[in-house]
Protein backbone atom coordinates (compact mmCIF):
# COMPACT_ATOMS: atom_id res chain seq x y z
CA UNK A 1 0.00 0.00 0.00
CA UNK A 2 1.67 3.09 -1.25
CA UNK A 3 1.76 6.10 1.08
CA UNK A 4 2.66 8.63 -1.55
CA UNK A 5 -0.23 10.44 -1.85
CA UNK A 6 -0.24 10.97 1.96
CA UNK A 7 3.34 12.38 1.99
CA UNK A 8 2.21 15.81 0.75
CA UNK A 9 0.12 16.44 3.97
CA UNK A 10 2.64 14.73 6.27
CA UNK A 11 5.33 17.32 4.89
CA UNK A 12 2.74 20.33 5.49
CA UNK A 13 2.29 19.19 9.14
CA UNK A 14 5.93 18.68 9.76
CA UNK A 15 6.45 22.22 8.04
CA UNK A 16 3.68 24.24 10.22
CA UNK A 17 4.32 22.79 13.18
CA UNK A 18 8.37 23.40 13.23
CA UNK A 19 7.85 25.90 11.01
CA UNK A 20 10.24 24.78 9.32
CA UNK A 21 11.20 23.52 5.06
CA UNK A 22 8.72 25.16 2.84
CA UNK A 23 8.25 28.06 5.35
CA UNK A 24 11.56 28.87 6.67
CA UNK A 25 12.92 29.22 2.47
CA UNK A 26 9.74 31.02 1.14
CA UNK A 27 8.91 27.78 -1.47
CA UNK A 28 5.48 27.48 0.24
CA UNK A 29 4.67 30.77 -1.76
CA UNK A 30 3.07 30.14 -5.32
CA UNK A 31 4.08 32.82 -7.87
CA UNK A 32 1.20 35.62 -8.97
CA UNK A 33 0.72 34.57 -12.92
CA UNK A 34 2.83 37.93 -13.94
CA UNK A 35 4.93 37.76 -11.35
CA UNK A 36 8.32 38.17 -12.41
CA UNK A 37 11.19 35.65 -11.20
CA UNK A 38 13.16 38.69 -9.57
CA UNK A 39 9.92 40.01 -7.42
CA UNK A 40 9.43 36.22 -6.32
CA UNK A 41 12.85 35.83 -5.41
CA UNK A 42 12.65 39.03 -3.33
CA UNK A 43 8.71 37.66 -1.96
CA UNK A 44 10.05 34.69 -0.60
CA UNK A 45 13.26 36.08 0.88
CA UNK A 46 11.17 38.72 2.64
CA UNK A 47 8.34 35.92 4.14
CA UNK A 48 7.83 35.87 7.15
CA UNK A 49 5.96 32.69 9.21
CA UNK A 50 3.49 33.22 12.14
CA UNK A 51 3.60 29.60 14.04
CA UNK A 52 0.23 29.22 15.41
CA UNK A 53 -0.30 25.23 14.86
CA UNK A 54 2.78 24.65 17.39
CA UNK A 55 0.92 26.14 20.36
CA UNK A 56 -2.20 24.83 19.45
CA UNK A 57 -0.39 21.09 19.80
CA UNK A 58 1.49 21.67 22.05
CA UNK A 59 -1.43 23.26 24.53
CA UNK A 60 -3.09 19.19 23.51
CA UNK A 61 0.10 17.24 24.39
CA UNK A 62 2.30 19.38 27.41
CA UNK A 63 -0.70 19.29 29.90
CA UNK A 64 -0.37 15.64 30.06
CA UNK A 65 3.29 15.46 30.70
CA UNK A 66 3.13 18.48 33.11
CA UNK A 67 4.14 16.29 36.23
CA UNK A 68 6.01 12.61 36.25
CA UNK A 69 3.80 10.29 35.04
CA UNK A 70 2.56 7.28 37.47
CA UNK A 71 4.55 4.00 37.05
CA UNK A 72 4.62 1.23 39.41
CA UNK A 73 6.76 -2.09 38.81
CA UNK A 74 8.52 -5.02 39.38
CA UNK A 75 12.28 -3.38 39.95
CA UNK A 76 14.63 -5.52 38.16
CA UNK A 77 18.03 -4.93 36.82
CA UNK A 78 17.04 -5.24 33.01
CA UNK A 79 13.95 -3.33 33.52
CA UNK A 80 15.61 -0.63 34.77
CA UNK A 81 18.36 -0.51 32.39
CA UNK A 82 15.64 -0.23 29.80
CA UNK A 83 13.35 2.72 31.27
CA UNK A 84 16.66 4.47 31.75
CA UNK A 85 17.45 3.93 28.02
CA UNK A 86 14.79 3.18 26.18
CA UNK A 87 16.18 3.87 22.13
CA UNK A 88 19.70 3.29 22.63
CA UNK A 89 20.58 6.60 22.62
CA UNK A 90 19.97 7.39 26.29
CA UNK A 91 16.09 8.45 26.23
CA UNK A 92 14.12 7.45 29.50
CA UNK A 93 10.43 6.56 28.89
CA UNK A 94 9.62 9.86 30.18
CA UNK A 95 10.71 11.64 27.72
CA UNK A 96 10.35 9.18 24.46
CA UNK A 97 6.73 9.26 25.46
CA UNK A 98 6.11 12.72 25.77
CA UNK A 99 8.35 13.85 22.15
CA UNK A 100 6.41 10.58 20.12
CA UNK A 101 2.95 11.97 22.15
CA UNK A 102 3.77 15.34 19.79
CA UNK A 103 4.14 13.39 16.97
CA UNK A 104 0.79 11.01 17.46
CA UNK A 105 -0.87 13.96 17.99
CA UNK A 106 0.61 16.03 14.74
CA UNK A 107 0.16 13.46 12.32
CA UNK A 108 -2.85 11.54 13.78
CA UNK A 109 -0.88 8.20 14.50
CA UNK A 110 3.02 7.25 15.22
CA UNK A 111 4.14 3.91 15.41
CA UNK A 112 6.38 2.08 18.15
CA UNK A 113 8.71 -0.81 17.05
CA UNK A 114 9.57 -2.75 20.05
CA UNK A 115 13.12 -4.54 18.61
CA UNK A 116 15.79 -6.42 20.36
CA UNK A 117 19.05 -6.78 19.83
CA UNK A 118 19.90 -9.69 17.32
CA UNK A 119 23.14 -10.96 19.73
CA UNK A 120 22.26 -11.92 23.51
CA UNK A 121 24.74 -12.46 25.63
CA UNK A 122 25.59 -15.76 27.70
CA UNK A 123 24.68 -14.16 30.92
CA UNK A 124 22.09 -11.68 32.29
CA UNK A 125 25.12 -9.71 33.37
CA UNK A 126 26.42 -9.94 29.65
CA UNK A 127 23.23 -8.73 28.39
CA UNK A 128 23.48 -5.23 30.77
CA UNK A 129 27.23 -5.22 29.85
CA UNK A 130 26.14 -5.11 26.43
CA UNK A 131 22.55 -3.72 26.48
CA UNK A 132 21.30 -6.85 24.61
CA UNK A 133 17.67 -5.31 25.59
CA UNK A 134 14.44 -4.66 23.98
CA UNK A 135 14.45 -1.08 21.98
CA UNK A 136 11.83 0.98 20.91
CA UNK A 137 11.90 3.14 17.14
CA UNK A 138 9.25 5.36 16.39
CA UNK A 139 7.93 4.98 12.74
CA UNK A 140 5.90 8.57 11.32
CA UNK A 141 3.00 7.51 9.22
CA UNK A 142 4.98 8.68 6.27
CA UNK A 143 7.69 6.10 6.33
CA UNK A 144 4.73 3.03 6.52
CA UNK A 145 4.56 1.34 3.19
CA UNK A 146 2.18 -1.35 3.88
CA UNK A 147 -0.13 -3.84 6.06
CA UNK A 148 -2.42 -6.80 6.35
CA UNK A 149 -4.97 -7.55 9.32
CA UNK A 150 -6.73 -10.84 9.09
CA UNK A 151 -10.42 -11.54 9.13
CA UNK A 152 -10.38 -11.08 12.76
CA UNK A 153 -8.59 -7.44 12.97
CA UNK A 154 -5.48 -8.75 13.73
CA UNK A 155 -2.21 -7.10 12.51
CA UNK A 156 -0.38 -9.73 10.60
CA UNK A 157 2.46 -7.96 9.05
CA UNK A 158 3.92 -4.52 9.03
CA UNK A 159 5.97 -2.61 6.11
CA UNK A 160 7.79 0.50 6.86
CA UNK A 161 11.17 2.40 5.17
CA UNK A 162 13.84 3.99 6.79
CA UNK A 163 17.18 5.73 5.81
CA UNK A 164 20.45 6.13 7.25
CA UNK A 165 23.70 7.87 6.21
CA UNK A 166 27.03 6.41 5.97
CA UNK A 167 30.85 6.74 4.83
CA UNK A 168 29.47 5.54 0.83
CA UNK A 169 26.17 7.91 1.73
CA UNK A 170 22.55 7.68 1.71
CA UNK A 171 21.02 4.16 2.00
CA UNK A 172 17.26 3.12 1.98
CA UNK A 173 16.04 0.07 4.17
CA UNK A 174 12.43 -1.52 3.87
CA UNK A 175 11.67 -3.34 6.76
CA UNK A 176 9.08 -5.92 7.27
CA UNK A 177 7.48 -7.76 10.23
CA UNK A 178 5.18 -10.77 10.81
CA UNK A 179 3.88 -12.91 13.15
CA UNK A 180 6.62 -14.63 13.20
CA UNK A 181 9.34 -13.18 10.86
CA UNK A 182 11.25 -10.14 10.02
CA UNK A 183 13.28 -8.87 6.92
CA UNK A 184 15.08 -6.31 5.56
CA UNK A 185 15.86 -5.33 2.18
CA UNK A 186 17.66 -2.71 0.19
CA UNK A 187 16.26 0.10 -2.23
CA UNK A 188 16.23 -2.39 -5.37
CA UNK A 189 14.57 -4.90 -3.05
CA UNK A 190 17.34 -7.09 -2.64
CA UNK A 191 17.11 -9.34 0.75
CA UNK A 192 20.02 -8.52 2.99
CA UNK A 193 18.93 -9.99 5.86
CA UNK A 194 16.03 -12.31 7.67
CA UNK A 195 15.35 -14.20 10.49
CA UNK A 196 12.08 -15.85 13.39
CA UNK A 197 10.79 -14.45 16.16
CA UNK A 198 8.97 -16.20 18.89
CA UNK A 199 6.19 -13.23 19.98
CA UNK A 200 3.56 -14.73 17.58
CA UNK A 201 2.58 -11.33 17.09
CA UNK A 202 3.95 -8.35 15.20
CA UNK A 203 6.22 -5.94 17.65
CA UNK A 204 4.67 -2.93 16.57
CA UNK A 205 2.47 -0.32 18.54
CA UNK A 206 0.07 2.04 17.29
CA UNK A 207 -0.54 5.02 19.08
CA UNK A 208 -3.14 6.81 18.17
CA UNK A 209 -3.60 10.78 18.12
CA UNK A 210 -7.40 10.27 18.90
CA UNK A 211 -9.79 7.41 19.33
CA UNK A 212 -9.02 5.78 16.07
CA UNK A 213 -10.40 2.11 14.54
CA UNK A 214 -7.28 0.25 14.55
CA UNK A 215 -8.13 -0.79 11.26
CA UNK A 216 -7.33 2.87 10.22
CA UNK A 217 -3.61 2.71 9.79
CA UNK A 218 -3.43 5.90 8.29
CA UNK A 219 -6.35 8.19 10.25
CA UNK A 220 -7.22 12.00 8.90
CA UNK A 221 -4.93 13.90 11.16
CA UNK A 222 -6.63 16.02 13.95
CA UNK A 223 -5.26 19.69 12.92
CA UNK A 224 -4.32 18.96 9.16
CA UNK A 225 -7.40 21.98 8.44
CA UNK A 226 -5.84 24.03 11.45
CA UNK A 227 -2.49 23.45 9.59
CA UNK A 228 -4.04 24.64 6.20
CA UNK A 229 -5.30 27.67 7.53
CA UNK A 230 -2.19 28.87 9.07
CA UNK A 231 -0.53 27.87 5.46
CA UNK A 232 -3.22 30.12 4.36
CA UNK A 233 -2.27 32.80 6.83
CA UNK A 234 0.99 32.81 5.89
CA UNK A 235 0.49 33.92 1.97
CA UNK A 236 -1.86 36.31 3.77
CA UNK A 237 0.98 38.34 5.65
CA UNK A 238 3.37 37.96 2.23
CA UNK A 239 0.40 39.76 0.27
CA UNK A 240 0.52 42.19 3.10
CA UNK A 241 3.98 42.51 3.10
CA UNK A 242 4.14 43.13 -0.93
CA UNK A 243 1.58 46.15 -0.22
CA UNK A 244 3.58 47.49 2.67
CA UNK A 245 6.59 47.61 0.89
CA UNK A 246 5.29 48.73 -2.57
CA UNK A 247 2.90 51.52 -1.03
CA UNK A 248 4.42 52.03 2.22
CA UNK A 249 5.16 56.10 1.59
CA UNK A 250 3.36 58.78 0.70
CA UNK A 251 3.53 61.12 -2.24
CA UNK A 252 4.54 64.52 -2.39
CA UNK A 253 2.05 66.33 -5.03
CA UNK A 254 1.73 70.06 -6.37
CA UNK A 255 1.06 71.73 -9.27
CA UNK A 256 3.04 72.07 -11.91
CA UNK A 257 4.74 75.89 -12.19
CA UNK A 258 6.15 75.83 -15.85
CA UNK A 259 9.59 74.33 -16.88
CA UNK A 260 11.33 76.35 -13.53
CA UNK A 261 10.02 73.86 -11.96
CA UNK A 262 11.20 70.50 -13.07
CA UNK A 263 14.10 70.19 -10.94
CA UNK A 264 12.94 70.05 -7.23
CA UNK A 265 15.06 69.17 -4.56
CA UNK A 266 13.28 68.25 -1.29
CA UNK A 267 13.92 67.42 2.14
CA UNK A 268 14.14 68.42 5.65
CA UNK A 269 17.22 71.22 5.27
CA UNK A 270 15.82 72.21 2.11
CA UNK A 271 12.90 75.47 1.18
CA UNK A 272 10.65 74.57 -1.41
CA UNK A 273 8.91 77.67 -3.06
CA UNK A 274 5.30 77.84 -5.03
CA UNK A 275 3.59 80.37 -6.91
CA UNK A 276 1.30 82.42 -4.79
CA UNK A 277 -1.52 81.46 -7.35
CA UNK A 278 -1.53 77.58 -6.51
CA UNK A 279 -2.34 75.09 -3.88
CA UNK A 280 0.24 74.25 -1.71
CA UNK A 281 2.03 71.00 -2.26
CA UNK A 282 0.51 68.05 0.16
CA UNK A 283 0.83 64.43 0.70
CA UNK A 284 -1.21 61.86 -0.78
CA UNK A 285 -1.26 58.48 1.27
CA UNK A 286 -1.85 55.37 -0.44
CA UNK A 287 -5.39 53.31 -0.61
CA UNK A 288 -5.40 51.59 2.93
CA UNK A 289 -7.90 49.54 1.90
CA UNK A 290 -6.73 46.22 0.39
CA UNK A 291 -4.38 45.88 3.69
CA UNK A 292 -7.27 46.24 5.93
CA UNK A 293 -8.87 43.76 4.26
CA UNK A 294 -6.02 41.32 4.26
CA UNK A 295 -5.53 42.21 8.13
CA UNK A 296 -8.91 41.74 9.13
CA UNK A 297 -9.06 38.42 7.26
CA UNK A 298 -5.93 37.31 8.62
CA UNK A 299 -7.63 38.31 12.49
CA UNK A 300 -10.46 36.28 11.90
CA UNK A 301 -8.93 32.99 10.57
CA UNK A 302 -6.40 33.09 13.48
CA UNK A 303 -9.55 33.33 15.20
CA UNK A 304 -11.18 30.40 13.51
CA UNK A 305 -8.01 28.06 13.95
CA UNK A 306 -8.88 28.79 17.79
CA UNK A 307 -12.15 27.64 17.80
CA UNK A 308 -11.65 24.91 15.29
CA UNK A 309 -8.95 23.38 18.26
CA UNK A 310 -11.75 24.42 20.91
CA UNK A 311 -8.38 27.08 22.47
CA UNK A 312 -10.68 30.05 21.71
CA UNK A 313 -12.28 30.20 25.43
CA UNK A 314 -9.21 29.51 27.13
CA UNK A 315 -6.50 31.15 25.27
CA UNK A 316 -9.05 34.15 25.63
CA UNK A 317 -9.89 34.63 21.68
CA UNK A 318 -13.12 35.30 22.81
CA UNK A 319 -13.77 37.09 26.27
CA UNK A 320 -17.51 37.94 25.91
CA UNK A 321 -18.35 34.68 26.53
CA UNK A 322 -20.69 33.66 28.86
CA UNK A 323 -20.09 31.92 31.81
CA UNK A 324 -21.81 28.55 31.19
CA UNK A 325 -20.41 28.90 27.51
CA UNK A 326 -16.84 29.28 29.09
CA UNK A 327 -17.77 25.50 31.10
CA UNK A 328 -18.91 23.89 28.42
CA UNK A 329 -15.73 24.58 26.26
CA UNK A 330 -13.08 24.34 29.46
CA UNK A 331 -14.75 20.52 29.44
CA UNK A 332 -14.75 20.12 26.01
CA UNK A 333 -11.21 20.61 26.72
CA UNK A 334 -10.56 18.70 29.62
CA UNK A 335 -12.70 15.61 27.53
CA UNK A 336 -9.66 16.08 24.29
CA UNK A 337 -7.10 16.02 26.68
CA UNK A 338 -8.52 12.63 28.64
CA UNK A 339 -9.16 11.27 25.65
CA UNK A 340 -5.36 11.54 24.50
CA UNK A 341 -4.03 10.51 28.14
CA UNK A 342 -5.87 7.33 27.44
CA UNK A 343 -4.16 6.96 23.74
CA UNK A 344 -1.27 7.37 25.73
CA UNK A 345 -1.62 5.13 28.23
CA UNK A 346 -2.83 2.61 25.90
CA UNK A 347 0.77 2.78 23.77
CA UNK A 348 2.65 2.70 27.09
CA UNK A 349 1.27 -0.09 28.58
CA UNK A 350 0.92 -2.05 25.25
CA UNK A 351 5.21 -1.22 24.77
CA UNK A 352 6.08 -2.61 28.13
CA UNK A 353 3.88 -5.69 27.43
CA UNK A 354 6.14 -6.94 24.32
CA UNK A 355 9.09 -5.72 26.16
CA UNK A 356 8.17 -8.49 28.66
CA UNK A 357 7.54 -10.63 25.89
CA UNK A 358 10.93 -9.91 24.58
CA UNK A 359 13.19 -9.92 27.51
CA UNK A 360 11.36 -13.14 28.92
CA UNK A 361 10.39 -11.26 32.05
CA UNK A 362 7.02 -9.97 34.20
CA UNK A 363 7.46 -6.61 35.58
CA UNK A 364 3.62 -6.37 36.52
CA UNK A 365 3.16 -2.89 35.15
CA UNK A 366 0.95 -0.36 36.07
CA UNK A 367 0.96 3.09 34.75
CA UNK A 368 -1.72 6.39 35.22
CA UNK A 369 -2.20 8.80 33.32
CA UNK A 370 -3.88 12.00 34.54
CA UNK A 371 -7.85 11.74 33.79
CA UNK A 372 -8.72 15.53 35.14
CA UNK A 373 -7.21 18.48 33.24
CA UNK A 374 -10.07 20.74 35.24
CA UNK A 375 -8.95 24.71 34.51
CA UNK A 376 -10.51 27.83 36.72
CA UNK A 377 -10.99 31.11 35.76
CA UNK A 378 -9.68 32.68 38.87
CA UNK A 379 -11.27 35.90 37.71
CA UNK A 380 -14.68 34.27 37.19
CA UNK A 381 -14.51 32.13 39.92
CA UNK A 382 -13.56 34.90 42.76
CA UNK A 383 -16.68 37.00 40.85
CA UNK A 384 -19.01 33.76 41.64
CA UNK A 385 -17.86 33.81 45.03
CA UNK A 386 -18.31 36.53 45.57
CA UNK A 387 -22.01 36.87 44.14
CA UNK A 388 -22.71 33.56 46.32
CA UNK A 389 -21.19 35.51 49.45
CA UNK A 390 -23.78 38.51 48.55
CA UNK A 391 -26.67 36.08 48.72
CA UNK A 392 -26.48 36.37 52.06
CA UNK A 393 -27.14 32.56 53.26
CA UNK A 394 -26.51 32.36 57.04
CA UNK A 395 -24.63 29.24 56.90
CA UNK A 396 -21.26 28.36 58.34
CA UNK A 397 -21.10 24.97 55.94
CA UNK A 398 -22.04 26.81 52.82
CA UNK A 399 -19.06 29.61 53.54
CA UNK A 400 -16.81 27.35 53.81
CA UNK A 401 -17.73 25.38 51.05
CA UNK A 402 -17.39 28.52 48.60
CA UNK A 403 -14.13 29.14 50.14
CA UNK A 404 -12.86 25.56 49.60
CA UNK A 405 -13.60 27.01 45.48
CA UNK A 406 -12.12 29.65 46.11
CA UNK A 407 -8.61 28.12 47.23
CA UNK A 408 -8.71 25.64 44.26
CA UNK A 409 -8.82 28.15 41.76
CA UNK A 410 -6.84 30.47 43.28
CA UNK A 411 -3.79 28.19 44.73
CA UNK A 412 -4.16 24.81 43.07
CA UNK A 413 -0.74 23.97 43.62
CA UNK A 414 -1.35 24.64 47.54
CA UNK A 415 0.50 21.92 49.74
CA UNK A 416 -2.16 19.67 51.55
CA UNK A 417 -0.69 20.81 55.27
CA UNK A 418 -0.81 24.57 53.86
CA UNK A 419 -4.48 24.04 52.57
CA UNK A 420 -5.49 22.17 55.89
CA UNK A 421 -4.32 24.83 58.18
CA UNK A 422 -6.41 27.34 56.07
CA UNK A 423 -9.47 25.81 56.21
CA UNK A 424 -9.50 25.01 59.87
CA UNK A 425 -8.51 29.17 60.47
CA UNK A 426 -11.89 29.50 58.64
CA UNK A 427 -13.61 27.01 60.59
CA UNK A 428 -12.17 28.53 63.69
CA UNK A 429 -13.42 32.23 62.46
CA UNK A 430 -16.67 30.97 61.29
CA UNK A 431 -17.04 29.30 64.79
CA UNK A 432 -15.72 32.58 66.56
CA UNK A 433 -18.48 34.93 64.63
CA UNK A 434 -21.12 32.58 65.63
CA UNK A 435 -20.21 32.61 68.86
CA UNK A 436 -20.68 37.01 68.83
CA UNK A 437 -23.29 37.05 66.84
CA UNK A 438 -25.16 35.02 69.58
CA UNK A 439 -23.88 36.98 72.42
CA UNK A 440 -24.80 40.19 70.89
CA UNK A 441 -28.04 39.22 69.96
CA UNK A 442 -28.58 38.15 73.57
CA UNK A 443 -27.79 41.48 74.90
CA UNK A 444 -29.94 42.97 72.29
CA UNK A 445 -32.39 41.03 73.74
CA UNK A 446 -31.60 42.30 77.59
CA UNK A 447 -31.42 45.97 76.35
CA UNK A 448 -34.71 45.75 75.17
CA UNK A 449 -36.57 43.94 78.09
CA UNK A 450 -35.07 47.42 79.79
Not at 32 to 55: F, Q, T, W
Not at 175 to 195: A, C, F, N, P
Not at 318 to 336: H, I, M, V
Request: net charge negative; with cysteine; aromatic share 10%.
Amino acid sequence: MATNRKNEMYKLLHDVYYGDGMFYDGSALIKHARESNKNYARRKKLAYYLNYVGPIIDSTVLPVFNDEIKRDYRDTAKFKMFLDDVDRVGTNLQDFMSRQAVAAKLYGVVYILVNNEATLGESEADDLNMRALPFLTAIEPKNVTGWHFNERGRLIDFSYKGAYYDDDGYHVRKYKWTIDRWEVRDEHDQLLRSGEHNLKRVPIVQWFGRNTDPQRVLPAPEFISIAKTNYHIYHLCSLLSQISDNQAFNILTMQSAGTNMTDVTIGTNNLLLYPSDTNAPQFIAPDSGPAEVLMEQIKNLVSEMYRMSGLNSVIGVESSKSGLAKKWDFERTNKNLVNFAVQCEKAEKAIVALYELWAGETVDYKCEYPRDFNIDDVADCLAQAQQAFDLGITSKTFSLEVAKKVLEAYMPNIKPETYDAIIEELESAADDLEKSQAFGGELDDDETDD
